[in-house]
């Protein structure tokens, strides 16, 4: 299948600092990427959709300003997680789509903000 | 928007035994379910799924059925092993959702030995 892969997979800042995350679909294409964020012992919920060349689309209630995508190409999306506070650790995973509708998954990033 | 709710949120089961966990869904446009197995910290593995136009599917210990009248779909794991300890999360895609994935809240599975 195809492969994704995030980096990085652990992170640790300080409050109040920025940190990109980057999700690459490594052999194949990807026009939109999926980010998701997951808080312990929850489920799945999606941030936004990531498209390439264009702007990302946010699910509502979760401020563009603060979580910065950009889907620079065809291979390449980041989520930068801007002024990040103790309540943005979480558990974020991006995914995207292959030729059918199977998604496939990034490896996730565990960001700790202390 | 598509809403999905998965039963039971914690399931204990005797190595052996099966296990069951249900799924309904909101939005009558889903066409593609798939069942995800998550182990801590790590990310979702899919392990089948199906799609509107089967009731069933079948792979080794696993299947999933569908009934689109009643939108509920389950995933059955039968003779349970340790190593099928995990969290198991349903999802649904809205056919024209924009491959927009919605999952359910997960069903952690502890198999006991």
């Known amino acids: 299948g195809a492969v994704v892969s995030q980096h990085p997979s652990r992170v640790i800042c300080k409050s109040g600092t920025s940190v990109k995350i980057e999700c690459r679909s490594l052999d194949f294409q990807a026009t939109t990427m999926f980010w998701y964020r997951q808080f312990p012992k929850q489920s799945l919920m999606l941030m936004a959709t990531?498209?390439?060349?264009?702007?990302?689309?946010?699910e509502q209630g979760v401020e563009k300003d603060k979580f910065l995508i950009n889907h620079a190409s065809l291979t390449l999306s980041t989520l930068t997680v801007t002024s990040a506070h103790p309540e943005d650790s979480s558990f974020y995973i991006c995914?995207?789509?292959?030729?059918?509708?199977?998604?496939?998954f990034g490896q996730g990033t565990r960001l700790t903000v202390v | 928007g598509e809403n999905v709710e998965q039963h039971p949120s914690t399931l204990s089961v005797q190595e052996g035994d099966s296990a069951v966990i249900k799924c309904t869904y909101s939005?009558?446009?889903?066409?593609?379910f798939p069942w995800y197995k998550q182990e801590l910290g790590k990310r979702p593995q899919l392990i089948i799924d199906i799609r509107s136009n089967v009731g069933e599917k079948k792979d080794q210990r696993i299947a999933v059925t569908l009934n689109k009248t009643a939108k509920h779909f389950s995933l059955h794991i039968t003779e349970t092993q340790p190593e099928d300890s995990a969290v198991y999360f349903c999802a649904a895609l809205p056919r024209a959702a924009g491959n927009k994935l919605t999952f359910g809240g997960g069903t952690r599975v502890l198999v006991k030995p």
């Open positions: 990531s498209n390439e060349g264009s702007k990302a689309t946010y």
């Open positions: 939005d009558s446009a889903s066409n593609y």
């Open positions: 995914s995207a789509y292959g030729t059918g509708d199977e998604a496939f």
